[in-house]
Nanobody, 117 residues
Framework: QVQLVESGGGLVQAGGSLRLSCAAS????????MGWYRQPPGKQRELVAA???????NYADSVKGRFTISGDNVKNTVYLQMNSLKPEDTAVYYC???????????WGQGTQVTVSS
């Protein structure tokens, strides 16, 4: 079975940086896009960034210029480099792999990112 394992979360001071990683174990096929979502306390889950298998990227307005998403299709791994972190970035971050096979989505377990001021 496919499992997405996240790492890299933690506590950081405002202005600092973190790098999140998400790697798929097991066999996964027909990955169309990889992305990162986040859910702040008491709020809806929202898309942070996504990258397609062709290399196109998309970012939420709130993170443009600060976050960078990248993917490795061979290793089935997606990364999120987060710079200039702000307290409002505090959330649980989830990675997502979107596949064309039965339109199945896979989700990571979530990793906590806390930014203090």
């Amino acid at each position: 079975q496919v499992q997405l394992v996240e790492s890299g979360g933690g506590l950081v001071q405002a202005g600092g940086s973190l790098r999140l990683s998400c790697a798929a174990s097991g066999s996964i096929f027909s990955v169309n896009a990889m992305g990162w979502y986040r859910q702040p306390p008491g709020k809806q889950r929202e898309l942070v960034a996504a990258v397609t298998s062709g290399g196109s990227t998309n970012y939420a307005d709130s993170v443009k210029g600060r976050f960078t998403i990248s993917g490795d299709n061979v290793k089935n791994t997606v990364y999120l480099q987060m710079n200039s972190l702000k307290p409002e970035d505090t959330a649980v971050y989830y990675c997502n792999f979107a596949t064309g096979w039965l339109r199945r989505d896979y989700w990571g377990q979530g990793t906590q990112v806390t930014v203090s001021s």
